[in-house]
């Protein structure tokens, strides 16, 4: 696609649920190890009642779980959130497992990430760099000449989304037409949805297109750029980026909930059912899409993984586990977007305002299905994990897709002040825009 600031501002690719569904905001209490699992965690199940959070640990985690009771009666079918901040570690769900059924979203679902998984992507090259095998100024043309891509794009380029190579997905272009690409959405995604791609073919499809604008001169998000980093990765190793991920991050840090899939259409373990929906001829379609082959998003997309392996992610990077404190620094260095949104090396960074931590530092991530968000202050003193499951919502509606995403951002705003968000107009829905998508 070619990018623009999409339809749902904040976040919510979300869903729609038929008002008898829903179940009210569950939670429970988390103890202060990380590694450590929650009954209701080793059951799937959040089974505790909504008092518990506050009776183990005296947490006031009222506001934010009237935040997640009003994103699920506003549309998502089913919500995950996990919180670290000075009251604690604190998990919550909303919602259901599937639409049409009663059982209630695990604590511990896996889901797919999306765009997160450019976090780890960068993280790989950064410790790439570090060992002197990859520059963050290298033209990537002599690495990769048989894209033809343009000499002055560079290495940091594609991580920071300012080279300019357009997008390997579909997108809406100004005049209402429909950009080159494959398309995500709407009923276009179906012939895509087991198909299987290489790095290559992505690549391919993105540099083949007609460069979006002069290299470092601007800054568009782009999935081309991570495809065209997976394929530096393994020129440079001579193995897969899935197995540098594998082997860097993944396996160093105990992240057993999460996966590359690869050409794999299942999600192991717990997990919520993710929907996509859309209107035609006149008629609402529901289709469940929790299958499907991620190939199409690859390094740019198709982690699966949990809130609390992501939990672990973002805190091992923002306490120098994974980088050295000068690598770290360059990752956050940013590119100012929109708002309070700007971009670091495969890092988002938003200001959500003094009264509720300042600049945090992650990523958010959209595939047909599910919507995710995981944030953490530079200190990681407070962090925040949400994931959501979409259902029978048409993210083409715009006026619902836009009070939809008003109840998001105040999810955001809760999760990171810790009680309810500030009402000044200097604080107040300070969410990111999220001028991407997937």
């Known amino acids: 696609m070619r990018l623009r600031i999409r339809r749902l501002t904040a ?4 869903a729609t649920l038929a008002t008898g569904l829903l179940g009210a905001a569950t939670a429970v209490a988390a103890p202060a190890d990380p590694a450590a699992e929650t009954s209701a965690e080793r059951s799937g199940e959040s089974s505790a009642e909504e008092s518990a ?24 079918a089913g919500l995950q959130v996990r919180v670290h901040d000075d009251q604690g570690d604190w998990v919550g769900t909303s919602g259901v497992r599937e639409l049409g059924r009663h059982e209630k979203v695990p604590a511990n679902g896996r889901f797919r990430v999306g765009s997160i998984t450019k976090t780890f992507v ?24 048989q894209f033809r891509i343009d000499p002055r794009v560079t290495v940091r380029m594609l991580l920071q989304h300012t080279s300019g190579i357009a997008d390997y997905l579909a997108g809406d272009n100004p005049d209402g037409t429909r950009g080159p690409g494959i398309p995500v959405d709407g009923p276009e995604f179906f012939p895509h949805r087991f198909r299987t791609y290489t790095h290559a073919d992505l690549a391919q499809i993105g540099t083949s297109q007609p460069a979006l604008f002069e290299p470092g001169s601007k800054w568009s998000y782009s999935n081309t750029n991570y495809a065209l980093i997976a394929l530096l990765i393994e020129k440079t190793t001579g193995t897969p980026y899935a197995t540098q991920v594998e082997n860097r991050v993944l396996r160093p840090l105990g992240l057993r909930e999460t996966s590359i899939p690869g050409t794999r259409v299942s999600i ?15 008629k609402r ?15 740019a997309g198709e982690i699966i993984s949990t809130t609390r ?10 306490n120098g586990r994974l980088l050295k404190p000068e690598l770290l620094a360059v990752m956050r260095q940013a590119q100012p977007v929109v708002g309070n949104f700007s971009y670091g090396l495969g890092l988002e960074i938003v200001d959500f305002g003094p009264a509720c931590g300042g600049v945090f530092y992650g990523h958010s991530g959209g595939i047909p299905g599910y919507s995710s968000y995981v944030y953490s202050t530079p200190d990681g ?26 109840k998001v951002q105040n999810l955001l705003d809760a999760a990171a002040c810790g009680k309810a968000a500030p009402s000044d107009s200097q604080t107040a829905r300070s969410a990111p825009a999220r001028p991407h998508r997937f």
């Open 122 to 145: 960068s993280t790989v090259v950064l410790q790439l760099v570090d060992e002197g095998r990859i520059g963050l100024d290298d033209p990537v043309h002599r690495h990769l000449p």
């Open 268 to 282: 192991p373990g717990p997990h919520a059912h993710g929907y996509l929906a859309f209107t035609r001829d006149g």
């Open 53 to 76: 959070a506050e009776t183990q640990g005296r947490q006031d985690r009222s506001a934010l779980r009237r935040a997640m009771r009003e994103v699920t009666d506003a549309g998502v």
């Open 309 to 318: 392996d992501l939990d672990r992610f973002i805190s091992a990077l923002h």
């Open 11 to 14: 976040a919510a690719l979300a």
């Open 381 to 406: 003193s407070r962090r925040m994990e949400l994931s959501m499951s979409e259902g029978n919502f048409d993210p083409r509606d715009s006026g619902a897709a836009q009070k939809l995403s008003a």
């Open 285 to 299: 379609e529901v289709h469940d899409v929790t299958r499907l082959n991620p190939s199409w998003a690859g390094a």
